[in-house]
């Protein structure tokens, strides 16, 4: 089977929502100390600056089960589009203190809702053989917007804004936005929530579409997972005979995020600042590290589908703890600060190569369409909570003693290579409605 154009399309459109989560998230890291400045913040201060967008995350990822089901995942991705717009000319227009941590929590709305509703789409409308792959390009794009939000923080850093330099900063990301918006509405809806809601004849046509080779096989096994679906009832997510994807779902976020990426991603130009590096330098060795996650997300992609999703966990576990205890060493010895660079360089380039590909594959694959969305959001919530939890706590620790967070973070991934070794089952090359009996859900 090669891609059709209209699954192609439906793909890459689905994944713009994770180019915005990419670059509301990462920007973030380039005006730290303006916000600092210009708010005359503290520690904690600054850390409930940064994390305000990612307790919208939270409520986001939380709630977007809700329109996405009732309403479909394609139209409920475009009132994350208009809460992305919102947000960063809010942002760029904020009187305020107050007002940017608003406009920034209605970001994070925005980002939870589409860190669930993105993948989702994508894992409904993909067949088996490519689903890694295609779920992945929503990967691919949240770390391309992290690069595009370091390149734009250094362009412009360079355009002499003076005190408004981070308004333009933050309200960049308004123009994409609306194209986001705009494309939406060219991709067609997901086949299996049409074949949920009865639509059969609409689902059938969207497979034609994407290129689907068995049509009627494909189409009948929705239905009949439908009808299963709909034996069980309104079925709670929270039941024993799901304990694994449960479990799966949590762990999978939580150690996502115990291995600090998105607190070194908020904090970059703070982490090289306290190595002796000049803003505009920082800028530029963050671009460095927005390039290798880029790079290396790319080279997952092509192998997740061949290699499997545990294969890369187990690699990316071992690498990002070795490169996090160096980070650790460097900052306890204050000395060979010139090696800070490449070890996080090496941090960055595991992390994208395991986790960073893996994490939203697998939270849309591990639970059974009855309750995937709220699976989904579940695996989603926890992610994003512990996001917040460990930005907010980040500067604070840091302050204290620099190389206190990055012993802590090589700590949970030594812990997360047994627990992938031992729990993790692979899920590549398995329809997601084969799955349910890879995992004996009954």
């Given at each position: 089977?090669?891609?059709?154009?209209?699954?192609?399309?439906?793909?890459?459109?689905?994944?713009?929502?994770?180019?915005?989560?990419?670059?509301?998230?990462?920007?973030?890291?380039?005006?730290?100390?303006?916000?600092?400045?210009?708010?005359?913040?503290?520690?904690?201060?600054?850390?409930?600056?940064?994390?305000?967008?990612?307790?919208?995350?939270?409520?986001?990822?939380?709630?977007?089960?809700?329109?996405?089901?009732?309403?479909?995942?394609?139209?409920?991705?475009?009132?994350?589009?208009?809460?992305?717009?919102?947000?960063?000319?809010?942002?760029?227009?904020?009187?305020?203190?107050?007002?940017?941590?608003?406009?920034?929590?209605?970001?994070?709305?925005?980002?939870?809702?589409?860190?669930?509703?993105?993948?989702?789409?994508?894992?409904?409308?993909?067949?088996?053989?490519?689903?890694?792959?295609?779920?992945a390009f929503f990967q691919f794009n949240v770390v391309a917007g992290i690069l595009v939000a370091y390149l734009s923080n250094y362009v412009i850093g360079l355009m002499?804004?003076?005190?408004?330099?981070?308004?333009?900063?933050?309200?960049?990301?308004?123009?994409p936005a609306l194209f986001f918006l705009a494309m939406l509405f060219v991709i067609p809806r997901s086949p299996r929530w049409l074949a949920s809601k009865g639509r059969?004849?609409?689902?059938?046509?969207?497979?034609?579409?994407?290129?689907?080779?068995?049509?009627?096989?494909?189409?009948k096994h929705m239905v009949e997972s439908v009808h299963l679906d709909q034996s069980h009832g309104a079925e709670p997510l929270f039941r024993f005979k799901y304990r694994?994807?449960?479990?799966?779902?949590?762990?999978?976020?939580?150690?996502?995020?115990?291995?600090?990426?998105?607190?070194?991603?908020?904090?970059?130009?703070?982490?090289?600042?306290?190595?002796?590096?000049?803003?505009?330098?920082?800028?530029?060795?963050?671009?460095?590290?927005?390039?290798?996650?880029?790079?290396?997300?790319?080279?997952?992609?092509?192998?997740?589908?061949?290699?499997?999703?545990?294969?890369?966990?187990?690699?990316?576990?071992?690498?990002?703890?070795?490169?996090?205890?160096?980070?650790?060493?460097?900052?306890?010895?204050?000395?060979?600060?010139?090696?800070?660079?490449?070890?996080?360089?090496?941090?960055?380039?595991?992390?994208?190569?395991?986790?960073?590909?893996?994490?939203?594959?697998?939270?849309?694959?591990?639970?059974?369409?009855?309750?995937?969305?709220?699976?989904?959001?579940?695996?989603?919530?926890?992610?994003?909570?512990?996001?917040?939890?460990?930005?907010?706590?980040?500067?604070?620790?840091?302050?204290?003693?620099?190389?206190?967070?990055?012993?802590?973070?090589?700590?949970?991934?030594?812990?997360?290579?047994?627990?992938?070794?031992?729990?993790?089952?692979?899920?590549?090359?398995?329809?997601?409605?084969?799955?349910?009996?890879?995992?004996?859900?009954?």
């Amino acid at each position: 089977m090669t891609l059709s154009k209209v699954l192609l399309r439906s793909t890459v459109v689905a994944a713009l929502g994770g180019l915005l989560f990419g670059f509301d998230t990462a920007v973030i890291a380039g005006i730290t100390d303006a916000l600092t400045k210009t708010y005359s913040l503290s520690a904690s201060g600054l850390g409930l600056t940064v994390a305000s967008a990612l307790w919208g995350t939270i409520v986001g990822a939380m709630l977007a089960g809700i329109p996405g089901e009732k309403f479909g995942r394609r139209d409920s991705l475009r009132v994350m589009a208009v809460l992305y717009f919102l947000s960063a000319a809010g942002c760029a227009l904020a009187w305020n203190w107050d007002a940017l941590v608003f406009f920034r929590f209605i970001g994070g709305l925005g980002i939870g809702g589409s860190s669930v509703l993105g993948p989702m789409y994508i894992a409904e409308i993909a067949p088996a053989k490519w689903r890694g792959r295609l779920v992945a390009f929503f990967q691919f794009n949240v770390v391309a917007g992290i690069l595009v939000a370091y390149l734009s923080n250094y362009v412009i850093g360079l355009m002499g804004f003076g005190d408004t330099e981070w308004r333009w900063k933050l309200g960049t990301s308004a123009v994409p936005a609306l194209f986001f918006l705009a494309m939406l509405f060219v991709i067609p809806r997901s086949p299996r929530w049409l074949a949920s809601k009865g639509r059969t004849a609409e689902a059938r046509q969207v497979l034609s579409e994407i290129g689907e080779e068995d049509i009627e096989g494909g189409l009948k096994h929705m239905v009949e997972s439908v009808h299963l679906d709909q034996s069980h009832g309104a079925e709670p997510l929270f039941r024993f005979k799901y304990r694994l994807p449960i479990f799966l779902a949590v762990s999978i976020g939580m150690f996502n995020q115990l291995s600090g990426i998105n607190a070194i991603l908020y904090y970059l130009n703070d982490i090289f600042a306290k190595a002796g590096f000049t803003k505009v330098s920082g800028d530029l060795q963050a671009v460095a590290i927005g390039a290798t996650n880029l790079l290396f997300t790319v080279i997952a992609m092509s192998i997740i589908d061949r290699v499997g999703r545990k294969t890369l966990l187990i690699v990316g576990s071992l690498g990002t703890a070795a490169c996090l205890s160096g980070v650790a060493a460097v900052f306890a010895s204050g000395a060979h600060e010139d090696l800070l660079v490449w070890l996080l360089v090496g941090f960055i380039a595991f992390f994208a190569f395991s986790q960073g590909a893996v994490i939203w594959v697998y939270l849309s694959e591990v639970f059974p369409t009855r309750v995937r969305a709220k699976g989904q959001s579940l695996g989603s919530f926890t992610h994003w909570i512990m996001n917040a939890g460990i930005s907010w706590a980040f500067p604070i620790l840091a302050a204290r003693s620099k190389s206190i967070p990055f012993s802590f973070f090589a700590g949970m991934m030594v812990v997360q290579f047994f627990v992938v070794l031992f729990i993790y089952p692979e899920t590549k090359g398995v329809s997601l409605e084969d799955m349910e009996q890879r995992m004996a859900i009954s």
